[in-house]
């Protein structure tokens, strides 16, 4: 499945289509695509009430859009006195970025259009470049000239004695009978989404053949690219391996065992490629688990467990897990890497406020640091 965007005439805009084709043939996921076309139909939209070709505009037009979406307001007819609900600064800048994109896209290909919106930008004088500025030393950098400003939040992070509770409620081990009790699919899944930091849907596109049991090496899981994920999962920054400990090991292999015991390696033609988190109850047995059951099952657990916030998502255990590597000193780009980010900078803007907290806590025991000065120091 994908998106496109249609315009009045119920023609396809075909500039904009160049550019999603542009994003698909990078293998950018469909979700990207679906937002990118959402920001780009109401920008069309725009463009149309207005009677403006699209590679007529400017800053003017693009500020005049942004107001637009922030009053929730983009090509209506009538403005209201009394404005809707505003727009959140995130959506508004989902939304201008897909824009801007869209005629970063067409200067490349010679649009003159998208010069109005992008300067040049060289390097300013001082000790701090940004990377990789020698390569645009001479000839400068494109940069929008157009910027929306997002608050930053702190991410959702859920504490060790909720993780633990879930885990609980999930399944527990019973000494008596040598066994698991309850579901322990479940357990597994987030105690793996506890423990590597993956996607909710990395992880339900793993395969056993992805999963490479430690022999006298450390543990590790295959994030691999794939695009034939029957409920279209895919890892969303290619292929990388997040090596993990001998007890989520030891929880891959108890939840194998309980699949051979529920009949998994006599109905599956081919185990390595199987999915590991699978039906077992309802739908066709041993087929990969729809994203849709596992929202549906977290939300009954969350019923059960006061303690869990009622607005949380599988994605909280991502940022639980970047949060802690940080916190115990752990370089930003090594938790980069593990997370799968294509550009540390990401993982910057999302979790600089650990650091800078960690680093700002150091500074509360000022009496503690002014001792180190000693009495070498004379006025």
Not at 66 to 71: D, K, S, W
Request: with cysteine.
């Amino acid at each position: 499945m994908t998106w496109t965007v249609l315009a009045d005439d119920c023609r396809v805009a075909e500039p904009i289509e160049q550019y999603l084709e542009y994003l698909r043939s990078g293998d950018c996921s469909p979700n990207t695509v679906r937002n990118y076309a959402r920001g780009l139909a109401l920008w069309w939209t725009f463009l149309e009430r207005r009677a403006q070709a699209w590679d007529a505009v400017g800053v003017t037009e693009l500020g005049t859009f942004i107001g637009q979406l922030r009053r929730g307001s983009v090509a209506e007819d009538v403005v209201l006195l009394r404005g809707k609900t505003r727009a959140a600064d995130t959506t508004v800048a989902s939304r201008a970025r897909a824009v801007m994109g869209f005629y970063h896209y067409h200067a490349a290909r010679g649009v003159e259009v998208a010069g109005q919106l992008y300067e040049t930008v060289w390097a300013r004088p001082g000790s701090y470049l940004p990377f990789l500025e020698h390569v645009a030393r001479r000839t400068g950098r494109r940069s929008s000239v157009v910027k929306v400003r997002v608050r930053a939040k702190p991410v959702p992070l859920l504490r060790p004695d909720q993780m633990a509770s879930i885990r609980e409620a999930e399944a527990s081990w019973d000494a008596g009978a040598g066994a698991w009790s309850g579901e322990l699919r479940y357990r597994f899944l987030w105690t793996l989404l506890e423990e590597t930091g993956l996607r909710l849907g990395e992880a339900l596109g793993l395969r056993h053949r992805d999963w490479r049991t430690g022999t006298g090496t450390t543990a590790q899981v295959g994030v691999v690219y794939r695009e034939d994920h029957p409920y279209g999962l895919r890892a969303k920054s290619g292929h990388r391996r997040v090596f993990i400990g001998s007890a989520l090991d030891r929880l891959y292999g108890d939840w194998v065992w309980a699949l051979c015991e529920a009949g998994a390696d006599f109905e599956l033609d081919d185990w390595d490629n199987a999915y590991i988190f699978c039906n077992l109850h309802r739908g066709r047995r041993f087929a990969a688990i729809r994203p849709e059951s596992v929202y549906k099952h977290l939300g009954s657990v969350k019923r059960q467990l006061p303690t869990i916030p009622g607005e949380m998502t599988p994605h909280w255990y991502r940022h639980t897990h970047a949060t802690a590597l940080l916190l115990a000193g752990v370089p930003m780009h090594v938790v980069s890497r593990r997370l799968g980010h294509a550009d540390v900078q990401t993982t910057i803007n999302t979790y600089a406020h650990v650091t800078e907290d960690a680093e700002l806590r150091a500074c509360a025991d000022w009496q503690k640091i002014t001792q180190a000065w000693g009495t070498g120091y004379e006025s």
